[in-house]
């Protein structure tokens, strides 16, 4: 199955200290996560129907190496299930070295998301 990839830059708004999730200044763990969801909602994006989006439901993520600021991380979503509305994806984020090489492995895991109807699923949380 195909890949979705998208780049990041880290900035001083996107470490631990900044989001809560520590006192480094180095990527912080819950900007990771909304950058591995960015990636599943990219992936999952050309096959949704008018009216459709999807909402993660599942993650298990393992942040495995520092990024400092100024780092640049490519967060891979690979689609490995698929059932009805059910979507899961393989994600990855690996620093990018020199010459737009793969650098080493920051974090990887797996996202999983659901697609519903955007109206009748705001209809049903508001009121």
């Known amino acids: 199955m195909s890949e979705t990839a998208l780049r990041f830059t880290v900035a001083d708004a996107d470490t631990a200290l900044a989001v809560g999730s520590g006192s480094l200044p180095v990527l912080g763990t819950p900007r990771l996560l909304a950058w591995c969801e960015a990636a599943t909602c990219a992936a999952v994006e050309a096959s949704l129907g008018a009216g459709e989006t999807s909402v993660g439901t599942r993650v298990d993520l393992e942040h495995l190496a520092a990024t400092a600021v100024g780092g640049t991380v490519e967060v891979t979503a690979r689609q490995v299930y698929a ?26 895991g797996e996202v999983t998301r659901v697609v519903v109807d955007a109206e009748r699923f705001l209809a049903r949380i508001s009121g």
């Not at 059932?83 to 990887?108: I, M, T």
């Open 83 to 108: 059932d009805g509305r059910l979507r899961r994806f393989a994600v990855s984020a690996r620093e990018v070295g020199p010459g737009g090489r793969p650098g080493k492995l920051v974090g990887s």
